[in-house]
């Protein structure tokens, strides 16, 4: 099962009522069952994978309809509704250039960002064109949808806007700010781009697609005015896995005769258009969408300083509460970087939760340095009724032997958190550290395994014991953003540690 389904699976077996694909999506990634890549409409991709897998697999799907638009696990208690077109919308069915991802592997398979467009430009435009229904093709992983995401420039700035919002994750984490503008190529853009010989279909589409979105006037919006500067392979998720994105600028000779705010936009979801100068793109770093932050590094890097900061929620202060600290976050993140800050500068006891549970389970001689097995024995503990309980009261009893502050790595469960808390009978501090992802694959790198490739990180990250990390930003009292280099993000925490706590 893909991991849109999943997510709806987990949602709709806790609320246990039917839900809109809406508020599946929503419910999804407020729990962190969806990461920040899942594409420009997350709710219109989960009713369309919901909507073919029941469209294929019919009884034998684990969902149902029980109403227009409403979405169930399959029961016996209600009755089942049934759609006349069940990919009716015309986003749904509207038919998508797509290639076979092999295509692109032959090229050069990467993750993030390339510079080097020209040979997936043209083995694309040499293949015969394929158009598959962008329902379908949402939940097919052997093809790629092509997409284009492109860069508004004028002179020293680009414009900016805040996407509509179509969840309810937390605002401190996941951020709304886009400099890309774009969508799928379809079938349309073939046939308007073969009356055009000045333009292939992919340029076509980013100049139809601007011109849904925005009031551009026509001497702007033309092929003359685009350069191709890159393209985008995302691996970091399953959506991710099933776009290819080429990157254009679209360079504006002069903004003086352009609309402003409301009258520029087109499209409800674009909100706060804006130009800002491409120096000030790395102050906001951490609340742009991840294929943005992806252009800013890769497209501005001599004009931007990317900087990691410390933010506190609401009006919380680490000295009053400096006792227990849990430092939570994704594999890669540099939690334990952090972690080693407070015991080396602060004298901080390190507790890792890893060798507490590695003790549990009979000894870290049964793993070593094999991340994989560790992580199934780990699965199979936490899962028991008991497990979450057991691993809380004994990083408790770590902490209470230690008879000094101390700071505890490695935690993945709101139960464990919360079990140990009990145990302590106290406050815990729970600082969360946010990376990108090909960043955590870099620290990941250096610090676990220099040999590990990206596909192989990523399935250590997918793995079902750790997709609960996320969620520990609910319980976040700090959240850091590690979003620079290793020594700007040991100097941003070591900084902040020392005006709470005193150096």
Not at 81 to 95: D, F, G, I, M, R
């Given at each position: 099962m893909g991991l849109f389904l999943h997510a709806a699976e987990v949602v709709l077996r806790q609320t246990e009522q039917p839900l809109t694909a809406k508020e599946i999506t929503e419910r999804a990634r407020s729990l962190k069952l969806l990461d920040d890549s899942d594409g420009l409409t997350p709710h219109q991709t989960m009713k369309a994978?919901?909507?073919?897998?029941?469209?294929?697999?019919?009884?034998?799907?684990?969902?149902?309809?029980?109403?227009?638009?409403?979405?169930?696990?399959?029961?016996?208690?209600?009755?089942?509704?049934?759609?006349?077109?069940?990919?009716?919308?015309?986003?749904?069915?509207?038919?998508?250039?797509?290639?076979?991802?092999?295509?692109?592997?032959?090229?050069?398979?990467f993750h993030g960002f390339a510079h080097s467009f020209k040979p997936y430009l043209g083995a694309i435009l040499s293949s015969k064109p394929h158009f598959m229904i962008r329902g379908s093709a949402e939940t097919d992983i052997t093809h790629k949808q092509i997409l284009t995401y492109v860069i508004?420039?004028?002179?020293?700035?680009?414009?900016?806007?805040?996407?509509?919002?179509?969840?309810?994750?937390?605002?401190?984490l996941k951020g709304p700010l886009c400099i890309g503008f774009g969508g799928h190529v379809n079938s349309m853009d073939l046939q308007s781009s073969m009356l055009l010989v000045s333009q292939n279909i992919i340029e076509h589409s980013v100049l139809r697609e601007l011109s849904e979105e925005l009031n551009l006037p026509a001497h702007i919006l033309t092929h003359k005015n685009l350069r191709l500067r890159g393209v985008i392979n995302d691996q970091s998720s399953f959506v991710g896995r099933t776009h290819f994105a080429f990157v254009f600028e679209l360079l504006v000779p002069s903004t003086a005769d352009l609309p402003r705010g409301v009258k520029l936009k087109r499209e409800k979801s674009i909100n706060q258009l804006q130009y800002v100068s491409i120096d000030t793109l790395g102050d906001d770093f951490a609340r742009y969408e991840y294929w943005s932050k992806l252009c800013i590094r890769h497209l501005f890097r001599k004009d931007v300083r990317?900087?990691?900061?410390?933010?506190?929620?609401?009006?919380?202060?680490?000295?009053?509460?400096?006792?227990?600290?849990?430092?939570?976050?994704?594999?890669?993140?540099?939690?334990?970087?952090?972690?080693?800050?407070?015991?080396?500068?602060?004298?901080?006891?390190?507790?890792?939760?890893?060798?507490?549970?590695?003790?549990?389970?009979?000894?870290?001689?049964?793993?070593?340095?094999?991340?994989?097995?560790?992580?199934?024995?780990?699965?199979?503990?936490?899962?028991?009724?008991?497990?979450p309980e057991q691993l809380g009261r004994a990083l408790a009893d770590a902490v209470l032997k230690a008879k000094r502050r101390c700071v505890i790595d490695g935690v993945r469960h709101l139960a464990t958190l919360d079990a140990l808390s009990r145990a302590l009978q106290r406050r815990l501090s729970v600082i969360f550290v946010d990376s990108t992802i090909d960043s955590a694959f870099e620290f990941y790198r250096a610090r676990e395994d220099k040999n590990v490739t990206f596909r192989q990180f990523v399935a250590l990250r997918e793995h079902e014991v750790e997709r609960e990390v996320l969620t520990l930003v609910r319980r976040a009292n700090l959240v850091v953003y590690n979003n620079g280099s290793k020594r700007s993000y040991l100097a941003s925490i070591e900084k902040f540690l020392i005006d709470e706590l005193g150096g």
């Open positions: 994978k919901l909507s073919v897998d029941i469209q294929r697999r019919g009884e034998r799907s684990r969902f149902m309809r029980t109403g227009r638009g409403k979405f169930s696990l399959r029961r016996t208690d209600i009755s089942e509704y049934h759609s006349k077109s069940p990919l009716k919308t015309s986003s749904l069915s509207e038919q998508v250039l797509t290639v076979p991802a092999d295509l692109i592997a032959a090229v050069g398979d508004i420039k004028h002179g020293h700035s680009v414009l900016r806007y805040v996407r509509g919002r179509y969840s309810s994750v937390d605002d401190f990317i900087g990691s900061s410390v933010q506190p929620i609401g009006r919380f202060r680490l000295r009053r509460h400096p006792d227990v600290i849990v430092v939570v976050g994704g594999m890669g993140s540099g939690k334990t970087e952090a972690s080693r800050v407070l015991e080396s500068r602060f004298g901080y006891q390190f507790i890792s939760s890893r060798t507490i549970l590695e003790s549990l389970l009979g000894g870290p001689t049964l793993f070593g340095t094999d991340r994989s097995s560790f992580q199934e024995a780990a699965l199979a503990f936490i899962n028991k009724p008991d497990g």
